[in-house]
């Protein structure tokens, strides 16, 4: 082997430098066990995984005016060839692609904000996901551990029993300009949603992506549109309400393909401090998630039942999700209830104190420990896209949190697989419920009695605040003309994806008998446009853009007399700073640019040492 001066072997790379090396970059969605090349000039060159599934290498040729990527075997003869022809230029080595996909600069349209900020939504080391990438994230995972857990996502002989189990794999999640490796685990979340054959996961990671270390996929194994967990998302941001937002990911495990995911942040401490109290370092406050049982119960009610924290938790009604270890005691299991049960105490206290006192002193009691104007806003979405599995009619899919900052609590929303759809054979009245926006959840209060809303609408100064923020909610945020942009800036940037992923759902090879929908491009483009046959036919299942046309109009109608002209907060009227600085550093790209100079020294090295 000869040893190269360390100035020649610089030399030579920077001469080379100016001369015409091409670097490639693309990611597989072909599964394990594939391999890509490049071709161009009807020549072809194999790719090297680095790490799987991203492919790179260098060519070093004159010119090259357009090229295609192809799939390989093991012989380096070609499978097959993508549909695309590519062209090159120099911009084309700082990208990652996508094999048969296009590369695309998609703006996603923003919603304009109608009410006064109430939290910052974010900070400089915790920003929001991007809306316009589509992620790639390939998990290697414990190959035992997978074949269980994804054969059995309930417990043989429990069948009410989650299997959650955690899985040891190393995950990788590669972006246009990002590359991203490092160990961790994933299990199945959700359950109703279990029940399908694409189920939700969850990612932990040891190291941390865009500065968290845990993320949530979600299936959208019943939404043919693919939009609506991301546009109720989008929604509850516009109004103000915390929420977790995300983008898309193609998702492959061990060599399971299971298509297109909705990728979102975990509501977790790391989410709470940076999204609530703005601050990476904040004291976290107690939050408990609210999963009821319906239609048969039990239901987390928010009903006082005694101090004795057993009254709370279990099966179907309450469980503890996020808390400072340093405010419970270990050996005491009833400090880790103390705040719920504080709650639901002092609205009990008000509810018989001031439940028919419409005066001010009223607000200022509720207000001392409720957030009244998000819980308004908060509600008055779950209005217009009639959330089915939601707060406002079961009480469930929504989180209690205790906001040490303020010293109040307020809720926090997640998981909308039924909503923006119509009443879809739910709890609500079959006739006319799309024309209901104020009294939608109460049409079978033997089946539940609403206890929380029922005495919260009942203050007059609260109804009418919440009428307001209706009015000016549909009239400003919930129209086709507003909405429709954003739908079809998203259909835009997964379009190529989508009978990809209906395909995937549909030829997933796992033992696991789970339900499947098998939809339809024609499906998703159903829901991309207003049709006035299809409102004029339907009863109880509406497409996406069909729901927002109808129960939009029927809002607006219905809060056309209420005045506006005073939109004012009727609690936590304080200032907040909504601006992330702009991070213009290059660290989210530096492994990405590493790995790339890597290959391209190493290989002009190895070339120079033959």
Request: charged share 20%; net charge negative; hydrophobic share 35%.
């Amino acid at each position: 082997m000869r040893i190269l001066p360390f100035g020649i072997t610089l030399t030579y790379f920077f001469a080379l430098g100016r001369s015409a090396i091409q670097q490639f970059n693309v990611v597989s969605i072909l599964g394990e066990g594939s391999s890509l090349g490049v071709k161009y000039n009807n020549k072809v060159v194999p790719l090297t995984p680095s790490p799987f599934p991203l492919f790179t290498g260098t060519v070093n040729e004159n010119s090259i005016d357009t090229y295609n990527y192809v799939s390989l075997d093991e012989a380096g003869n070609i499978i097959s060839e993508e549909g695309i022809t590519r062209t090159y230029s120099k911009d084309i080595s700082g990208i990652n692609e996508v094999f048969n996909r296009t590369n695309k600069e998609i703006t996603i349209p923003d919603f304009p904000k109608p009410f006064k900020a109430m939290f910052p939504m974010g900070t400089k080391k915790f920003k929001p996901l991007p809306d316009n990438v589509i992620y790639n994230i390939y998990a290697n995972c414990d190959k035992d551990t997978y074949e269980y857990v994804s054969s059995e996502p309930f417990i043989v002989g429990h069948s009410l029993r989650r299997n959650d189990t955690p899985i040891n794999c190393t995950l990788t999640i590669i972006s246009p300009d990002e590359v991203f490796q490092s160990s961790g685990t994933v299990h199945i979340i959700g359950y109703g949603s279990r029940q399908y054959k694409k189920v939700s996961w969850s990612l932990k990671m040891d190291q941390k992506f865009r500065g968290r270390k845990a993320l949530k996929l979600r299936a959208m194994a019943s939404d043919p549109s693919l939009v609506r967990e991301s546009v109720t998302s989008k929604l509850y941001n516009a109004m103000g309400v915390p929420v977790q937002e995300g983008t898309y990911a193609r998702l492959f495990i061990n060599d399971d393909t299971y298509g297109l995911y909705h990728m979102i942040d975990n509501l977790n401490k790391k989410w709470i401090r940076n999204y609530i109290h703005g601050d990476n370092n904040a004291k976290v406050g107690f939050c408990y998630k609210m999963d009821s049982s319906h239609p048969d119960g039990p239901y987390s009610d928010l009903r006082y039942k005694g101090d004795e924290y057993t009254n709370y938790g279990g099966v179907g009604t309450y469980s503890i999700d996020e808390y400072e270890e340093s405010d419970v005691d270990p050996n005491d299991e009833s400090t880790r209830w103390t705040s719920l049960i504080n709650f639901v105490k002092s609205y009990d206290n008000w509810v018989n104190t001031y439940g028919e006192d419409n005066s001010d002193m009223a607000i200022e009691e509720l207000e001392k420990f409720l957030n009244i104007e998000e819980t308004l806003r908060f509600m008055a979405i779950e209005s217009l896209i009639l959330a089915l599995d939601n707060f406002w009619l079961v009480m469930s899919n929504t989180a209690l949190y205790y906001n040490p900052e303020r010293n109040n609590y307020q809720f926090i929303p997640f998981d909308f697989d039924q909503v923006l759809i119509g009443s879809h054979g739910s709890l609500i009245k079959t006739e006319d419920y799309a024309k209901d926006c104020f009294n939608w959840a109460n049409f079978n209060e033997s089946v539940f009695e609403h206890y929380f809303t029922n005495n919260l609408m009942k203050n007059q100064q609260i109804k009418q605040r919440y009428d307001i923020i209706l009015a000016i909610a549909s009239t400003e945020l919930f129209t086709n003309n507003v909405i429709g942009p954003y739908i079809h800036a998203l259909a835009s940037l997964i379009e190529e994806d989508v009978e990809w992923n209906f395909e995937a759902m549909d030829n997933l090879d796992i033992s696991y008998d789970g339900y499947l929908h098998h939809f339809t491009v024609e499906d998703f483009e159903d829901n991309l446009s207003v049709n006035q046959e299809n409102i004029a036919s339907s009863t109880d299942t509406y497409n996406v853009m069909d729901w927002i046309e109808v129960r939009g109009n029927n809002c607006r109608m219905s809060t056309s007399n209420v005045n506006v002209s005073i939109n004012k907060n009727i609690s936590d009227d304080v200032e907040v700073n909504t601006e992330m600085d702009d991070d213009t550093s290059n660290s989210k790209n530096s492994f990405s640019i590493k790995i790339t100079l890597l290959i391209i020294f190493s290989q002009l090295i190895y070339n120079l040492l033959l």
